[in-house]
């Protein structure tokens, strides 16, 4: 009986053993999803960000959320936050591609969607300034597809 529980216990143990080790080889599912907040592409959207996020407080002093600047800050915000969730996104082995030259793209590519919803609240479609607009927007979706493959 005593060897029985003896060799149970080993096995127990020497299991353990093996589990951890296999464990300790993997890196943590956190911190390997949250790699794209070290990329320097991230970094440039953040600064965007933030810039912004402070050119809206110092007008919100002023004016209201409806002043067309604002509205316009808070467009250009929300299609970065798009960008930014398409980071995080981002296949795992790709993480070397998240480059500064990626995130300033992806912010021009924000600030172009901003402007085709400007625009499209005043225009039509086939205007020619809507459609240049749609073109530019395509050219950076384009290169973007193009970087991370």
Excluded: W
């Amino acid at each position: 009986m005593k060897l029985a529980v003896y060799l149970f216990a080993m096995f127990v143990l020497t299991f353990g053993i093996v589990e951890c080790r296999a464990q300790a080889k993997q890196p943590p599912a956190k911190t390997a999803a949250a790699g794209y907040k070290s990329s320097a592409a991230f970094a440039e959207l953040r600064i965007r960000q933030a810039e912004l996020e402070a050119d809206a407080e110092s007008l919100l002093e002023e004016y209201t959320e409806e002043y067309p600047k604002v509205k316009e800050i808070r467009s250009v915000l929300t299609f970065l936050r798009i960008e930014t969730d398409r980071l995080a996104n981002a296949a795992p082995g790709s993480q070397e591609r998240l480059s500064a030259a990626l995130g300033k793209l992806m912010i021009k590519k924000a600030e172009m969607q901003a402007e085709l919803v400007r625009l499209l609240e005043t225009l039509q479609p086939a205007h020619p300034d809507v459609k240049r607009a749609k073109r530019k927007l395509d050219i950076f979706e384009a290169a973007i597809k193009e970087i991370l493959g």
